[in-house]
């Protein structure tokens, strides 16, 4: 594999309103973050819940709380649930409601479907979790579609089942790059089947101000990372290898998961290489600051923490 090629296409790849160097700040704040104490989680669900039924989506005056360690499970009426992660206070709501059920009567533009959307985060106050100095902005609109055939392979019409908006957190103006920040699926008859708020609460501290690298030189410890997964092989890989290599600069969120004491800038790449009959793609994210303020995950790498056997449920945030 070429590395130049593998950097020069990561830097075309930046996003458009990071394509050119003077979109990117000198410098930037080293934010601190709040460790949420067992109150504060307590505080953080009830508001969540309140939002919800205040909305009109969900009674929640018969929620029942249990403690899963890392996080905490409400159950709601008619089969809904909420859940609370403990390490980085995200939430999230399901409404229970069946896959194909209450679908859309027809296709809508997307126009239609992003101003419903809109109208609905109004109702739910989501704004409203961006906390102090930070902002909400739509990002992305999916479009959830069923379609089938019959034995005769007569194909039906397709069917718009969900849509789901989603909204990018951004603090002084830079986007905190991660799992959608914000995001909300509605049903066909208006109901919310689903919303996740994915936004670490500030402590309204800045700990440094550090000079951010160039995208050449962020590029390139990517690269080298990126070599460094793959091996050093025998045979050079060949310079069509790269299917695709984008790159972003914004805050790091660590995931839902885990505990995280700072916003720290960062460079993420995703790159897919494809060669032959295989294909494989990576999340890739470097320090865009000289000195590394915060460990940076490898992406991919880390399992999803499963319970043990016979573990039974506690009451939650007695």
Known sequence: MNEQR???????????????????????????????????????????????EESGTCPTDRAHVLDRGD????????????????????????????PFAAPFER???????????????ERLKLPSW?????????????????????????????????ATGAWRHAVAGIPVLGAASVALTLAGDGRVDGLSVN??????EVLDTAPI???EQAARQIVERLIGLLGRA????????????????????????????????AFVARIALRHKQERQAYVIAVHATPRPYMELPLYGLDAAPAPARGEHCKPALA
């Open 130 to 162: 961006s906390e102090q100095g930070g902002s909400l902005a739509f990002e992305r609109l999916w479009q959830t579609k069923a379609q089938g055939a019959d034995r005769e392979e007569r194909v039906s019409q397709p069917l718009l089942v969900r």
């Open 234 to 265: 025998r045979e050079p890989l060949p310079a069509d290898v790269i299917d695709h290599a984008l790159m972003q600069f914004g805050y790091l969120d660590t995931g839902r998961r885990k505990s995280q004491r700072l916003l720290a800038p």
């Open 107 to 121: 296709l809508e533009q997307s126009a239609v479907l992003v101003r419903r959307l809109g109208e609905a985060a």
């Open 6 to 52: 593998m950097i020069d296409c990561l830097i075309r790849g930046m996003t458009p309103t990071q394509a050119s160097a003077g979109a990117l700040p000198a410098r930037a704040d080293i934010v601190a973050l709040r460790r949420l104490t067992r109150d504060e989680t307590r505080t953080r669900i009830n508001r969540f819940l309140n939002t919800i």
């Open 71 to 98: 996080r905490s499970l409400v159950h709601l009426p008619q089969g809904a649930r909420a859940t609370v992660h403990h390490g980085s206070g995200a939430l999230e709501y399901r409404s229970g409601l069946a």
């Open 199 to 204: 936004v670490r609460p500030l402590l309204g």
């Open 213 to 215: 690298i160039g995208q």
